[in-house]
């Protein structure tokens, strides 16, 4: 009978109200890490950092202005110039 109070038939530890505390005391880290996890989560889906788009258009920009150079239409100045203004 003595060693039932330890958890074997519902009075200590085992899950028994009877003295209570206890569960309770498990109860609240696991609520604490369960909301920093959905927290973490909350914060990488909402991030700044996380840019998936691609800018086509200074991409599209960028080649063909680099085709225009090559071909010889625009000299050195006009090249760094335009270039500057688009990477801006």
């Given at each position: 009978m003595y060693c039932n109070r330890f958890g074997i038939g519902g009075y200590g530890f085992g899950g028994s109200y009877a003295y209570g505390g206890f569960n309770f005391?498990?109860?609240i880290p696991t609520l604490i890490i369960l909301?920093?996890?959905a927290?973490?989560?909350y914060k990488a889906i909402n991030s700044k950092n996380l840019n998936f788009t691609v800018d086509?258009?200074?991409?599209?920009?960028m080649s063909i202005?680099?085709?225009?150079?090559a071909t010889g239409e625009i000299n050195d100045?006009?090249?760094e110039t335009k270039k500057n203004q688009l990477l801006k």
């Open positions: 005391f498990i109860m909301f920093l996890i927290y973490f989560i086509t258009t200074s991409s599209k920009a202005l680099n085709e225009r150079f100045e006009e090249y």
